[in-house]
Nanobody, 124 residues
Framework: QVQLVESGGGSVQSGGSLRLSCAGS????????MGWFRQAPGKEREGVAV???????SYADSVKGRFTISQDSAKNNVYLQMSSLKPEDTAMYYC??????????????????WGQGTQVTVSS
């Protein structure tokens, strides 16, 4: 059974940084596309960044150049380093995973497995 547990959220001022972590279990990392999604109040959930087992990455345009997704395959962990944070980055952030996909892309991935979420709040 795939389990994903996020940590590292919090409150930060505009321009600050945060690092989110996702601890995964119950799956073989090499078979999965892993990603981070977010949902702000009153808005639909959106893809932020994804990473394939070969290390290839995909980002939403809104976070390119500010966020970096990475993975530690030995620990089945996925990270999201967020820099130059803006108030519009405020949202619940979710770690997600999927093994059946055509493209490991932030635009196409439809994950079946989700963590419980971690809140990120950016104040101006």
């Amino acid at each position: 059974q795939v389990q994903l547990v996020e940590s590292g959220g919090g409150s930060v001022q505009s321009g600050g940084s945060l690092r989110l972590s996702c601890a995964g279990s119950g799956y073989i990392y090499s078979e999965y596309c892993m990603g981070w999604f977010r949902q702000a109040p009153g808005k639909e959930r959106e893809g932020v960044a994804v990473i394939d087992s070969d290390g290839s990455t995909s980002y939403a345009d809104s976070v390119k150049g500010r966020f970096t997704i990475s993975q530690d395959s030995a620990k089945n962990n996925v990270y999201l380093q967020m820099s130059s944070l803006k108030p519009e980055d405020t949202a619940m952030y979710y770690c997600a995973a999927e093994s059946h996909y055509d493209y490991c892309s932030v635009s196409y991935l439809k994950p079946r497995y989700w963590g419980q979420g971690t809140q990120v709040t950016v104040s101006s």
